[in-house]
């Protein structure tokens, strides 16, 4: 213990080596904190805007005509237009289906692999990828999403 101590201590004025190593691991276990705090907060903020983007989609595909007869069909060509405009207009995606900060950097962007939609069951899945960028722009992170919503009628209440 006192060896500990008198290398925290120097006679001559200059710092040791262990406090410098001690400063490096409390950087980096604080880096690494700040990347996992945003890679959480990326995942949770596009699952709340594919949730909305998928229920919207049912939503306007519902026909009114069979709403009236309490029945539940769908368009599946107007849900998956619903569905790609809303990530167009509301989650400012371009083309590419990225989106990008005010200094131009890309923030995330989203690969849609499949987009199941029946009309019989109005159910729609989403599934894919969200790509981000690493910490300083090091490598990528891929944030996979399987979202399923579907209308479901509640009469009585």
Known sequence: MKRLLT?????RGDIGILPLV???VFLAIGGIANE???FFAI???MSVELNRAVNLCIKTAMYDSYRMD???????ELAEEA??????????????FERYSDDDELM??????TLEINGDTTRATAKGIIYAPGFFHIGTFELPFNITSRNQ???GL
Not at 108 to 113: C, L, Q
């Open 7 to 11: 290398k925290f201590k120097s006679k």
């Open 22 to 24: 001690i400063f490096v």
């Open 36 to 38: 996992m705090v945003r």
């Open 43 to 45: 995942q949770d903020q």
């Open 70 to 76: 309490k029945e539940n069909h769908l368009d599946p």
């Open 83 to 96: 569905f790609y405009d809303y990530l167009h207009e509301y989650m400012d995606l371009d083309d590419r």
């Open 108 to 113: 995330y962007r989203i690969k849609v692999n």
């Open 153 to 155: 009628r509640i009469d």
